[in-house]
C-alpha cells in the first residue's frame, strides 16, 4: 500500500473507529449484574489477543528477542489501554452517570493535542485549535442535552474518579503508543499489549470469580465479551493504532468527540432510545471540528 492510499485509509477510519468504540458503551450499559467488570476487561483482551496473534505469530516468533527488550512498553501499554481504559470505565460505570463519564472524556482530546504539541513535537496550527474547539463544543452540547446552565448543576461522584484515570490513561496511552516505535507490525504488536492487558487484569478477575455469588461466567456475559473483543477491541485498536502511524496523536485525537454522537445513534437504532435536535447541532459542531483538524494544507 502506497503513502497516499495510507493516508486515505487512515481519514477513513477517522469515521468509522468511534463507531466501533461507540458498542462499548452498549456492553457497559448491558454488563452490570452480568459479567464482572475485571473479567469482562480480562476475556475481552485474551480473545482480542488471539485475534491479534492469528496473522502475527510467525512475526513475533522471529523477533522474540526483541519482545523481550521491548516487554515493559508492552506491560506499561496493556496496563493503561486495557487495565485502566478497560475494567476502569466499568466499575466507574457502575455508580456515575453518563453525563458525567461525557463531560470528563471530553478533556482527553485537548489534552492529547497539548501533549503532542509540547512532548513529541507534532506540528498543531491555529486552524486546528478552532477545530479542537468547535468538536469540543460540540460533544459537550451533545452530553449536556442542549442545556447549558445544566454545567452548573453537575454533581462529582466517588465514580468519577475512575473515569477521570481512565482519561488520562488514555491519554499517555495515546502519546507512548507514538513515541514507542516498535519494529513490529501493527498486528503483532497489539497482540503483545492485548496479552499483557488481559494479564494484568486476570487477578482482578479471579477474585471477582471467588467472591461473587451468582455464577461469574454465564452465556450473556460470554457474548458481552466476544463482542467487546472483536469490535470496540480488534477492530477499532488496530484501527486506532494505525491512524496513530499515518496521522499523529492529536489529529487522531478528536475522534473522540465522534463517539457521543454515534453511541445516541447506536442506541436509537439497538435499544430504540430517542433521538433530540441537540444531537444534530452536536453533529453539526463536531463534523467541521474534525474537518478542520484533519485537514490537509497550509499551517
Avoid at 515493559?72 to 485502566?84: F, N, P, Q
Wanted: aromatic letters at 10%; hydrophobic letters at 55%.
Amino acid at each position: 500500500m502506497d503513502t497516499a492510499t495510507r493516508h486515505r485509509l487512515a481519514l477513513t477510519l477517522l469515521f468509522i473507529t468511534p463507531a466501533l468504540w461507540s458498542v462499548n458503551a452498549l456492553i457497559a450499559r448491558k454488563a452490570p449484574g452480568v459479567i464482572e467488570p475485571h473479567l469482562l476487561a480480562m476475556l475481552r483482551w485474551l480473545m482480542a489477543s488471539g485475534l491479534f496473534f492469528l496473522g502475527a505469530h510467525a512475526e513475533i516468533w522471529a523477533q522474540l528477542r526483541q519482545i523481550l527488550t521491548d516487554s515493559k512498553h508492552y506491560l506499561t501499554l496493556g496496563a493503561l489501554g486495557m487495565w485502566i481504559c478497560g475494567a476502569w470505565v466499568y466499575i466507574g460505570g457502575h455508580t456515575t452517570s453518563a453525563a458525567n463519564i461525557g463531560l470528563i472524556y471530553a478533556i482527553s482530546p485537548v489534552l492529547i493535542v497539548l501533549a503532542s504539541a509540547l512532548w513529541l513535537r507534532e506540528p498543531f496550527s491555529l486552524r486546528q485549535a478552532l477545530g479542537v474547539g468547535l468538536a469540543l463544543a460540540g460533544v459537550l452540547h451533545v452530553v449536556l442535552k442542549g442545556q447549558w446552565d445544566a454545567l452548573a448543576a453537575v454533581q462529582f461522584v466517588p465514580g468519577d474518579g475512575w473515569i477521570l484515570a481512565a482519561t488520562l490513561s488514555w491519554t499517555l496511552y495515546s502519546l507512548l503508543l507514538k513515541k514507542w516505535q516498535s519494529p513490529l507490525s501493527l498486528g503483532a504488536q497489539l497482540a503483545l499489549i492485548s496479552l499483557a492487558g488481559a494479564l494484568i487484569n486476570l487477578p482482578f478477575a479471579l477474585w471477582e470469580i471467588f467472591s461473587t455469588p451468582r455464577p461469574a461466567l454465564t452465556a450473556e456475559g460470554g457474548m458481552l465479551a466476544l463482542t467487546a473483543a472483536v469490535i470496540p477491541g480488534f477492530g477499532a485498536y488496530l484501527a486506532h493504532s494505525f491512524m496513530q502511524r499515518e496521522l499523529g496523536a492529536a489529529r487522531v485525537s478528536v475522534v473522540l468527540y465522534l463517539s457521543p454522537i454515534y453511541t445516541a445513534l447506536m442506541a436509537w437504532v439497538v435499544l430504540g432510545e430517542g433521538l433530540s435536535t441537540y444531537h444534530l447541532w452536536g453533529m453539526a459542531l463536531v463534523l467541521p471540528g474534525i474537518y478542520l483538524v484533519t485537514r490537509a494544507g497550509p499551517r
